[in-house]
């Protein structure tokens, strides 16, 4: 047992967008070909607005939609690997930013597109011994900071964007039993750090693509097998946006219907760290996600990294 649920949401999104007839004025591409391939449309680019900005108003969003006040989060995470600086973390600028307690446990986790089940399943280890059983566990990358505005193979594809989940532990809940995985990589998908003389995000699309087709089932399995359960019994499916082709053959595979799992990569492409939960904060403004709701979260990213977690709203 010990385990946490959804308790509230909430997204923040740059203003600016970016289509893709405007990067078709930038590289060689166009609409037809990027939305044939990868299902988007267009992306939000951050311009005035910060990282720090945007984690913390996802973060007072799904505050308030919780019905909590900060004097009672025990835990803040944020998945991430574009902050506003190394040090400090984007977790500690959201704790001023919002008053958290001073002994509030904070920090960044980055697992790039996977980063915010690494964090949902930390939250609840790190709650089981809290003050305060409530947190916040947050998504947020500012992925146009580290694109090749000329590389046409990686700047079609990315988007910037934060999104927040509160949730809540209690001892007498199950876990989320969460599956997470990684296999060393650096050539696949690759962000060099400070002091490398190229800064700018690298992707071997293929290869990216033919890994994600194995690891999305895979762990779509494991979670299933860990939780004695079958797809049938899963009420929503919330994907990684990375490609809608990726999300549209897993939910054929599995037989989910097109009621039990939505896409938004379309409006915003791939938030990275932030995909889950800016869906998970458009479902629940739809009233897609009562409380009781199970829902089978999977992710996949840089690392390479992998993973897959059984969720409940409370």
């Given amino acids: 047992m010990n385990g946490i649920k959804i308790r509230g949401t909430g997204r923040a999104l740059p203003a600016q967008v970016l289509t893709n007839e405007d990067l078709s004025r930038r590289v060689d591409t166009?609409?037809?070909w990027i939305a044939g391939r990868t299902g988007i449309r267009e992306r939000r680019i951050a311009g005035t607005e910060s990282h720090s900005g945007l984690c913390a108003a996802a973060a007072r969003t799904?505050?308030?939609r919780a019905g909590l006040t900060p004097d009672q989060v025990g835990v803040c995470l944020v998945a991430t690997m574009t902050a506003d600086t190394l040090i400090p973390s984007a977790a500690c600028m959201v704790q001023r930013a919002l008053g958290l307690p001073y002994d509030t446990v904070c920090l960044d986790i980055n697992a790039a597109c996977t980063g915010?089940?690494?964090a949902l399943h930390t939250a609840e280890c790190l709650l089981a011994a809290a003050p305060r059983r409530f947190g916040l566990v947050i998504g947020c990358d500012l992925f146009s900071r580290v694109i090749d505005w000329t590389d046409r193979s990686t700047c079609i594809l990315f988007g910037d964007g934060a999104g927040a989940a509160a949730v809540e532990h209690r001892a007498e809940w199950p876990s989320i039993g969460a599956v997470l995985g990684c296999a060393g990589n650096d050539t696949y998908l690759r962000c060099p750090g400070p002091g490398q003389p190229d800064t700018y995000l690298t992707m071997e699309g293929q290869k990216v693509f033919k890994f994600a087709l194995e690891a999305v089932p895979w762990c779509i399995d494991?979670?299933?097998?860990r939780h004695g359960i079958t797809a049938e019994?899963?009420?929503?499916?919330?994907?990684h946006q990375a490609n809608a082709r990726i999300i549209d053959l897993a939910a054929k595979k599995y037989h989910i219907p097109p009621e039990k799992y939505r896409t938004n990569i379309r409006r915003y492409g791939n938030t990275?760290?932030?995909s889950i939960p800016i869906l998970l904060s458009e479902l629940a403004e739809e009233g897609k996600l009562p409380a009781g709701t199970r829902m089978l979260l999977?992710?996949?990213g840089g690392g390479l990294t992998w993973g897959g977690a059984l969720?409940?709203?409370c």
């Avoid at 494991?222 to 097998?225: C, S, W």
């Avoid at 019994?233 to 994907?239: H, Q, T, W």
């Fill in 30 to 32: 166009s609409d037809e």
């Fill in 62 to 64: 799904a505050l308030d």
């Fill in 116 to 118: 915010f089940l690494y």
């Fill in 222 to 225: 494991r979670v299933l097998e």
């Fill in 233 to 239: 019994d899963v009420d929503f499916f919330v994907f």
């Fill in 272 to 274: 990275s760290a932030a």
């Fill in 298 to 300: 999977v992710g996949f």
């Fill in 311 to 313: 969720v409940g709203t």
